[in-house]
């Protein structure tokens, strides 16, 4: 069954960038829906943005203009840039994918906005 690979997380100082990728170990084509969460200690899991196969996306308010989700299915990846980072986004960030229900995750990749 397709697993999921999150990287490009670290400590980026306030303003900064980074960008996320999930590697699928199978084909996404199919997939019919893929999304970045993000969980900090102590709190619940949010989504940050979701992406269907057709290439439309959603995102959460706090990220609005500054996160860009996107899909290459060729490539079997989702990305997720992060750009003007503010140091509330700091979470774990994990890639999921399903149809009706999200039933792919990933193991997740720390993200630290500090300065």
């Known amino acids: 069954q397709v697993q999921l690979v999150e990287s490009g997380g670290g400590l980026v100082q306030p303003g900064g960038s980074l960008r996320l990728s999930c590697a699928a170990s199978?084909?996404?084509?199919?997939?019919?829906?893929m999304g970045w969460f993000r969980q900090a200690p102590g709190k619940q899991r949010d989504t940050v943005a979701t992406?269907?196969?057709?290439?439309?996306?959603n995102y959460a308010d706090s990220v609005k203009g500054r996160f860009t989700i996107s899909r290459d299915n060729a490539r079997n990846t989702v990305y997720l840039q992060m750009n003007n980072l503010k140091p509330e986004d700091t979470a774990v960030y994990y890639c999921?994918?399903?149809?009706?229900?999200?039933?792919?995750w990933g193991q997740g990749t720390q993200v630290t906005v500090s300065s």
């Open positions: 992406i269907t196969s057709g290439g439309a996306a």
């Open positions: 199978g084909s996404i084509f199919s997939i019919n829906v």
């Open positions: 999921a994918g399903g149809g009706r229900r999200y039933d792919i």
